[in-house]
């Protein structure tokens, strides 16, 4: 979903280039210590203000950081908003350009000044593939426009009641302007793989499945119906709304839901089915596509920030798969398992030991295990990180009408001030797809000290400009969530050898995706080559990975993204490590990375460097 917000929001999410500094004229003097703090706040405030200007273009961006500004409406998803919110940029970057003087910034002020200003080159960089996304694909607006309402639009007053109406209302318009787009994304060649159609159709007929949408006798209430009604009641408790007009406004968004928005699904639905059969029968990646290799090649650095080729990004991951490999072996022998590794992975994957049932009662013990785990890591946390997060986290099941079975589990930030937590999710429909020996390496990967960690810090500082909170690159973001679990071996975690395993597991499964994802987008690999390639040098179960490599069909280079970032996080400590020697500090060290929020690797890169020059003079 994320090329479907307006593209000057997305700047805020998008990976940035190793900056140029504007020139500093020679004849200049150093400035005064007093002239860079003054310089540096000037330009903090002025960010700010164009923070607050750009949320203009994104109504969600605002309810997702808890902030009720037109709170009644839904994102402009044409071309011409995204392009407007670009022209805003442009606009922007050139007056920061004119207005302030990079030499007498500080060197967060610099990197602030550089972050803005690469936003704009990434971009500018997104402008030829603006339809390449699929739109309504796997996760599309038709499951995360519901999933949205559910999760972020809180309703405290009557206010808030029927901002949620208008925003129900809003809804055909989203789809409409969307279904243009994938339309004319169609007419130009640009279709996702069958099987993403089959997913995308399955998602609307679980969002429309119930009243107020379908009204037989047996028919169970929809998720968005529910969650309306729940929270509704509420306000009736609280004594915020009278009987009489929470029935009134519940009328109103059943007559809404089964009239307006109802047909909205039904177009899209329509035209999935029609436009599924001129889709390719066997899948194709992103080398199919109009300029399809120049498309994969700027999602990778999209990704990954860096200038890596599909071919040395191939290379890295089949090294990595072979060092894991090695290493999984010896966890074989450790436990006393005679076969060979292929054997182990087929045993680890199918012994029903290793998984609850598929039962309430079996998903809330695995629930209890992840809560067991996080509980355990978090008594660890201030022996290496200073920065600590403040926002809480709760563990929990997908929401049915999202719930694919074996999909990967995943995080969802918090508000900013702490008013609703952060949420590790988990696909639960199929339990055989989750196994207990990995568990303990997703807990820490999706909470602490990976994501919820990660963001909640990043969210909660406050000496950096507003923007700089939100900014995402994914890179930075998944790669330090494969560096917790890392990390989490040396604070103690993984004592049971199965564990250490599943540790081993998901990074090799990282490793495996910059082999597939590069296959796919850019050596012609078909699905099922693919597939086997996962389940020769994996032991997460057959489900699971086909449901992975269908992800990486729909979204070409995200999940090159992960290895490529811990990898870099490595090699920052290491460098660090190397040159400081006992005068090397871990807490130190995360609080360089984590206190900037999620840079660009090579910003990253540069912060820790001046921390080494700085601890070395």
């Keep these: 979903m994320r090329w479907l917000n307006t593209l000057v929001i997305l700047l805020l999410f998008a990976a940035c280039s190793e900056p140029q500094t504007p020139p500093t004229p020679a004849q200049e003097l150093a400035p005064t210590q007093a002239n860079v703090i003054s310089e540096t706040e000037q330009l903090n405030a002025w960010l700010d203000g164009q923070y607050e200007e750009q949320l203009q273009f994104s109504p969600q961006t605002r309810t997702r950081l808890g902030d009720k500004t ?31 003087d990079y030499a007498a910034l500080n060197e967060d002020g610099k990197l602030s000044y550089d972050m803005w200003a690469y936003g704009l080159e990434q971009a500018e960089s997104r402008v ?17 426009i519901p999933s949205f309402l559910i999760s972020y639009q809180s309703l ?25 787009r994938s339309k004319q994304a169609s007419a130009n060649g640009i279709r996702q793989p069958r099987f993403a159609y089959d997913f995308a159709l399955a998602e609307i007929q679980r969002v429309t499945a119930g009243v107020p949408f379908n009204t037989s006798d047996d028919s169970p209430n929809s998720p968005l119906w529910v969650d309306l009604q729940t929270k509704i009641q509420t306000l009736v408790d609280d004594e915020v709304l009278n009987a009489d007009s929470a029935q009134a406004y519940l009328s109103e968004a059943q007559t809404i839901l089964a009239n307006e928005v109802l047909q909205a699904y039904a177009e899209v639905a329509q035209w999935l089915e029609q436009d599924r059969e001129f889709a390719s029968a066997s899948s194709q990646g992103a080398w199919a596509l109009p300029n399809g290799e120049e498309y994969y090649n700027h999602r990778l650095k999209l990704m990954t920030t860096l ?19 090695r290493e999984m072996n010896e966890i074989k022998e450790q436990v006393g398992f005679a076969q060979s590794l292929q054997d182990f992975f087929v045993f680890t994957r199918e012994d029903p030991q290793f998984y609850y049932p598929n039962t ?36 929990s099941r997908v929401e049915s009408f999202r719930e694919q079975a074996g999909a990967a589990q995943h995080y969802r930030a918090g508000a900013p001030d702490g008013s609703r937590p952060g949420v590790f999710y988990s696909h639960m429909s199929d339990m055989s797809t989750l196994a207990k020996f990995q568990i303990e390496d997703i807990a820490y990967h999706e909470g602490n000290p990976g994501h919820h960690m990660q963001i909640s810090i990043q969210q909660e500082l406050t ?48 490793a495996v995706r910059l082999v597939v994802d590069t296959g796919i987008h850019a050596k012609q690999w078909s699905e ?34 992960y290895k490529i970032g811990m990898m870099a996080f490595q090699e920052a400590r290491a460098n660090a490590e190397a040159a400081l020697g006992d005068d090397f500090d871990i807490r130190t060290f ?28």
Excluded: C
């Design 128 to 144: 030829p593939y603006l339809n390449h996304g699929y739109i309504f694909g796997r996760g599309g607006p038709h499951a995360s």
């Design 70 to 100: 037109d709170y009644d409406q839904l994102n402009d998803y044409t071309l011409a908003g995204q392009l407007s919110g670009l022209e805003w940029l442009r606009s922007s970057v050139s007056t920061m350009q004119q207005e302030f």
């Design 360 to 395: 309430e009662q079996g998903r809330q013990e695995y629930l209890d295990v992840n809560n067991e785990y996080l509980d355990f890591i978090d008594a660890k946390l201030p022996e290496y990180f200073g920065l600590l997060p403040k926002a809480s986290l709760i563990v």
């Design 590 to 617: 995360h609080d360089i990375v984590l206190g900037a929020g999620a840079v660009p690797i090579p910003m990253m890169h540069a912060r820790v460097q001046r921390w080494i020059d700085e601890s070395m003079q």
């Design 307 to 325: 200038e890596l080729s599909a071919d040395e990004i191939h290379e890295i991951g089949l090294a990595e798969v072979a060092r894991l490999r």
């Design 156 to 180: 405290d007053s009557e206010e808030d009641v029927q901002a949620y109406l208008s925003r129900l209302g809003e809804i055909d318009r989203v789809f409409n302007e969307l279904l243009d």
């Design 528 to 561: 099922q080559q693919a597939v086997q390639y996962f389940l020769d040098n994996t032991p997460i179960p057959e489900g699971a990975v086909i449901s992975e490599v269908q992800r990486y069909f729909a979204n070409p280079g995200q999940a090159t993204a």
């Design 463 to 510: 000496d950096v400009p507003r923007f700089r909170t939100q900014y995402r690159t994914t890179a930075y973001t998944e790669g330090w969530g494969l560096y917790a679990e890392w990390l989490a071996k040396e604070m103690g975690g993984f004592e049971d050898p199965y564990s250490d395993f599943g540790r081993l597991a998901g990074e090799i499964w990282r």
